[in-house]
């Protein structure tokens, strides 16, 4: 590959994340389009997402941000601006002071952190929420299903009805509820959670005191089949029955499909037949799964690559692998109608989002440089990363 989307790869140092800007404005023109269609707001949650660089241009566009710890607060507050909610499965004392400087927002994950913090909220002028769990989800990998049983995110109504009882002051003060129940869902999954949410909490959105609903993430918004009509009308009917201003926080539906990772072929092993015919050429990448896209391996899932077809599907198939020295380091197989040489450049697509924020340096390898591309300034280099970044995180 010697572009991408009229990009010129010759010349960039590898490996490299590379955000094309002009994919990145095209999602945001869609969340646009829903937050003024329908009054809802929508937040960038930073822990999917969080190429500050950026943050100029979609802020623009989105109301403000969404963090899951204090150092994420901190930075949305920094670069960002707009509005500063916060949400973490447990706040602790240590933290507490430096997060209600910054959020606007906090959402509280149990009755008893509600009880803990929310005087101290309310004093620091912060709008205080209460996470619920309806106890549905359609999320079928339990990794990312928060309502599992047994999960350790929001109150069910039991709990909450219990909160009350023994405490009955116990929601004075707070302004809004939210759930999160969704992963890389289309809209009829949340038409049917909110059944579900209003099936077991209607009566506390109806309370006067809530002003608002956050619905969370997990919305698949920019996806091209997602079925936005069904979202607006999903947004409606929780903000005219509840009287409520409606939040949305994707991390994902923000950089879907708006980067690139660029590699390169630093080895190609000989060819060996791995069953049923097949035969793969295993090849070495300067971009590790392990490292520079976990998710490769933890959701797991193999990254689309341009110009690639399946295994065994054109006369040369490939293994690429990470080089790390873990042996399950493996991007996947892909197969091309011709041979691929070593230090052939290697584009993976979908790559800027859950991809920075989770990268590491096992093994000593160099993380990627962070690269942004638009039309008037070409590539730009936005970060590049060397020794001192991996020495600094160890001792
Ligand atoms: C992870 C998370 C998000 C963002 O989820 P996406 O799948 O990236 O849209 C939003 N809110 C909460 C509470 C989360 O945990």
């Known amino acids: 590959m010697k572009e991408v989307n009229g990009i010129n790869l010759e010349n960039i140092h590898t490996p490299a994340y590379l955000l094309d800007e002009r994919l990145l404005v095209k999602n945001l023109d869609l969340l646009k389009r829903v937050e003024d269609e329908t009054g809802a707001k929508i937040l960038l949650a930073q822990k999917g997402f969080s190429m500050f660089h950026v943050y100029p241009i979609i802020s623009k566009y989105l109301a403000g941000t969404t963090a899951s710890s204090f150092y994420e607060a901190k930075l949305g507050a920094e670069e960002f601006g707009g509005e500063t909610h916060i949400f973490e499965p447990a706040y602790s004392d240590e933290d507490i ?15 008893a952190q509600l009880g803990k913090y929310k005087e101290k909220a309310l004093a620091a002028g912060c709008e205080v929420g209460l996470r619920v769990n309806p106890e549905y989800a359609e999320v079928e ?7 599992i049983p047994g999960s350790r995110f929001g109150v069910t109504r039991a709990v909450l009805d219990a909160g009350l ?21 289309n809209s009829d999954t949340l038409d049917h959670v ?31 089949d997602y079925d936005i009509e069904l979202l607006e009308k999903c947004i409606k009917r929780m903000a005219d029955k509840y009287h409520a201003q409606i939040y949305l926080e994707p991390g994902e539906a923000v950089g879907l499909n708006t980067g690139f990772m660029i590699t390169k072929i630093t080895d190609i092993r000989e060819p060996v037949e791995v069953g049923d015919g097949l035969i793969v050429r295993p090849a070495i990448l300067d971009a590790s799964a392990a490292c520079h896209m976990p998710d490769v391996l933890e959701v797991p899932y193999k990254p689309e690559i341009i110009g690639a077809k399946e295994p065994g599907q054109a006369a040369y198939t490939y293994r690429f692998g990470g080089n790390t020295c ?14 691929l040489n070593i230090g052939d450049i290697i ?6 989002h859950y991809s920075m924020v989770k990268n590491n340096t096992f093994n000593g390898l160099r993380l990627p440089d962070i690269l942004s591309y638009n039309n008037t300034d070409g590539i730009k280099i936005v970060r590049s990363f060397g020794y001192e970044d991996f020495k600094n995180r160890l001792s």
């Open 97 to 111: 002071d430096q997060i209600l400087e910054v959020a606007d927002s906090i959402v509280f994950n149990s009755i």
């Open 141 to 147: 990998k339990d990794l990312y299903n928060p309502c």
């Open 165 to 185: 009882a023994a405490n009955p002051d116990l929601l004075d003060g707070v302004s809004g509820i939210h759930f999160h129940c969704m992963c890389e869902q």
């Open 194 to 224: 909110l059944d579900h949410v209003e099936e077991k909490f209607a009566e506390y959105f109806s309370m006067d005191s809530i002003k608002w609903i956050n619905f969370g993430g997990g919305h698949h918004i920019t996806r091209p």
């Open 326 to 339: 873990l042996a399950g380091d493996i991007i996947g197989d892909y197969s091309w109608d011709h041979e």
């Open 347 to 352: 584009v993976m697509t979908d790559m800027a």
